[in-house]
Nanobody, 116 residues
Framework: QVQLVESGGGLVQAGGSLRLSCVAS????????MAWYRQAPGKQRELVAG???????NYTDSVKGRFTISRDNFKNTVYLQMNSLKPEDTAVYYC??????????WGQGTQVTVSS
């Protein structure tokens, strides 16, 4: 089992910044990547950014140039630095960890609200 705990969400004005953190614990040796997803009201959950154990990074097009994903393997933590936030970034953000066994784990989510 892997436990994921997110933090760093909140309310920010458009153009502002937030940094989300996700700390992993438990069977972290089984994790092969970490990612951030988000789900806005009435919409499907979508991948925002991901980073593999080898350091390969990908972003959804709408956040490229504004968001940066990074990880600190010593702290078992993945971060999402979000700059130039827009109202359409408002969503619950979830940390995700797929494993080598084919399953995946989710955090409880953290709310990000961007006011116009």
């Amino acid at each position: 089992q892997v436990q994921l705990v997110e933090s760093g969400g909140g309310l920010v004005q458009a153009g502002g910044s937030l940094r989300l953190s996700c700390v992993a614990s438990g069977s972290i040796f089984s994790i092969n990547a970490m990612a951030w997803y988000r789900q806005a009201p009435g919409k499907q959950r979508e991948l925002v950014a991901g980073i593999t154990n080898g350091g390969i990074i990908n972003y959804t097009d709408s956040v490229k140039g504004r968001f940066t994903i990074s990880r600190d393997n010593f702290k078992n933590t993945v971060y999402l630095q979000m700059n130039s936030l827009k109202p359409e970034d408002t969503a619950v953000y979830y940390c995700n960890a797929p494993t080598y066994y084919g399953n995946q784990f989710w955090g409880q989510g953290t709310q990000v609200t961007v006011s116009s």
